[in-house]
C-alpha cells in the first residue's frame, strides 16, 4: 500500500471513529475533537498535489484515485454513512479546518446528530451522484447513473466519460473479486490490530449487514469484548484469532430464526422462545458443516447461553463442562445485551449493567473471568 492510500484509509478509520463517538455521546467530546484533529493529519498527507482528495460512492464501493479502495469495517462505514445522506461524491480540497471535518463527521454520524445536513463548505463539497451497474448490462455496456440532486455544484464538475472510466474499472475489480464480503477473518484481524495499535476497537461500529443489523453490531461488540478479556489473560497469535472468530459466529444460528421473531418488539410467545432458543443448535450445526471453522467457534456458538450455575439452554447431560471461551462469550453477550438499546428496552447504563454483573459473578456468570472482564472493560476508552 503507497503511503498516500495509508493516509487515506487512517483519515476514513479517524473519520468514522469520530462519528460513532459522536452517535454514542456528542459531537462536542473531546474524543471526537481529538479524532477529528488526526483526520485533519492524515487528510493533509492524503492529498495530491493540488491539495485535493476526492471520494466516490460506485456500486456500494468507495472508488479512490480511479480504484475501489479495500474494503475494511471503516471503509463500509463510511460507504453507509454517505449512503445515508444520499452523498455520492466528497471532494475535500486544500486548507479544510477541524470545524469542516467535525461537519463531515456530523453528517456521517448516526442518532443524535442525524438532523446535520450534508451541505458543501468553502473545503468540503458533496455531490448527489449515485452510480450504479446494471446487474446482468455488461456485454451491453449499459449502465444507469442517476442523478438524483442537481443542486450541487460538483456535479457539473463529474464528466461523463469521468463516469465510465470509473465504472470500467470497477466492473474490471468485480470480475476479479471471490468475494464481495469482507471475511470474518479479516474484521477479526483489523479488530486484533486496532487493539495493538491503540485505537478503540470498540468504536468500530459495525456496518449494516444483511437481514438483522443487531444481531450483526451484537457480534462484534461480543468479539471485541472477547478479544479484550482474551488480551488481559495474556492471550495472542492464533488463539486469541480463533477467539475472536468464535465470538463473530457466535449467534450465527440466528440466521435460522425467522425475521418476525427476531424483530418482534414485545415479548415472544412460548411457541416463538422455543425457536429462539434454539438458535445456539442451529449454529453449531451450521458451523460444524462449514469448512475452515475453528472447532472453537462450533463449542462456542453451542454452549454460549449456557450459564456458570448450570441453568441457561440447551439443556444438556450434567456434568457438562462449558468451555472457558464459551463463558467468556456468555459474559460479553449478557453485557452487550444489557448495555444495548432494543426495541421493547432502554440501555442500561455502565454503572448498572456492572452492579448486575457482579451480583450474577459466581452464579450464571464466572466469577474469575467476570472481574476480568470488568477489568478489561475499563480499560476501554469508548466506554469511560
Ligand atoms: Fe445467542
Ligand atoms: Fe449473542
Known amino acids: 500500500m503507497t503511503p498516500r492510500l495509508e493516509n487515506v484509509h487512517a483519515f476514513v478509520r479517524r473519520l468514522t471513529t469520530a462519528a460513532a463517538n459522536a452517535a454514542l455521546y456528542s459531537l462536542g467530546h473531546r474524543q471526537v475533537s481529538h479524532l477529528c484533529n488526526l483526520a485533519q493529519v492524515h487528510l ?9 482528495l476526492a471520494l466516490m460512492l460506485v ?12 474494503n475494511n469495517l471503516s471503509i463500509e462505514q463510511m460507504i453507509q454513512g454517505l449512503k445515508r445522506r444520499g452523498v455520492g461524491t466528497l471532494k475535500l480540497l486544500a486548507g479544510i ?8 463527521v456530523a453528517v456521517l454520524a448516526r442518532g443524535a446528530q442525524s438532523s446535520a445536513e450534508a451541505v458543501s463548505s468553502p473545503h468540503i463539497r458533496y455531490g448527489k451522484i449515485e452510480i450504479r451497474y446494471a446487474e446482468g448490462a455488461s456485454d451491453r455496456g449499459d449502465t444507469t447513473a442517476s442523478q438524483i440532486f442537481d443542486q450541487f455544484p460538483t456535479l457539473a464538475e463529474i464528466q461523463q466519460d469521468e463516469l465510465s472510466e470509473f465504472i470500467d474499472l470497477y466492473r474490471a475489480t468485480r470480475r476479479s473479486q471471490r468475494l464481495n464480503v469482507v471475511g470474518i477473518s479479516d474484521i477479526v484481524s483489523s479488530f486484533v490490530d486496532a487493539f495493538s495499535s491503540n ?10 449487514r444483511g437481514l438483522d443489523e443487531y444481531t450483526y453490531t451484537h457480534s462484534t461488540n461480543v468479539c471485541i469484548l472477547n478479544l479484550a478479556q482474551a488480551r488481559l489473560l495474556g492471550i495472542e497469535g492464533q488463539v486469541l484469532h480463533e477467539i475472536g472468530v468464535a465470538a463473530m459466529l457466535h449467534d450465527v444460528g440466528k440466521l435460522f430464526v425467522p425475521v418476525e421473531i427476531l ?3 414485545g415479548q415472544l410467545d412460548d411457541q416463538e422462545w422455543a425457536i429462539m432458543q434454539d438458535h445456539p443448535r442451529k449454529g453449531a450445526e451450521y458451523l460444524f458443516g462449514t469448512p475452515g471453522v475453528p472447532r472453537l467457534a462450533v463449542v462456542t456458538a453451542y454452549e454460549h447461553h449456557m450459564r456458570y450455575d448450570g441453568s441457561g439452554y440447551p439443556k444438556v447431560t450434567r456434568p457438562w463442562l462449558q468451555h472457558l471461551v464459551s463463558q467468556m462469550t456468555t459474559i460479553s453477550d449478557f453485557f452487550d445485551a444489557l448495555r444495548t438499546h432494543r426495541s421493547y428496552r432502554k440501555s442500561l447504563t455502565l454503572d448498572t449493567v456492572t452492579g448486575i454483573m457482579l451480583e450474577q459473578a459466581g452464579t450464571t456468570l464466572h ?15 469508548s466506554l469511560k
Do not use: H, Y
Not at 498527507?45 to 485535493?52: I, K, L, P, Y
Not at 466469577?367 to 476508552?381: E, G, H, M, V, Y
Open 199 to 208: 485505537a478503540d476497537p470498540l468504536l468500530a461500529l459495525a456496518p449494516l
Open 263 to 265: 424483530q418482534k418488539p
Open 97 to 104: 479546518e477541524v470545524d469542516e471535518i467535525r461537519d463531515l
Open 44 to 52: 493533509q498527507r492524503a492529498q495530491d498535489e493540488d491539495g485535493e
Open 59 to 70: 456500486d456500494d464501493q468507495l472508488i479512490f484515485d480511479n480504484l475501489p479502495l479495500e
Open 367 to 381: 466469577p474469575a473471568l467476570t472481574r476480568n472482564f470488568l477489568k478489561a472493560i475499563s480499560q476501554l476508552d
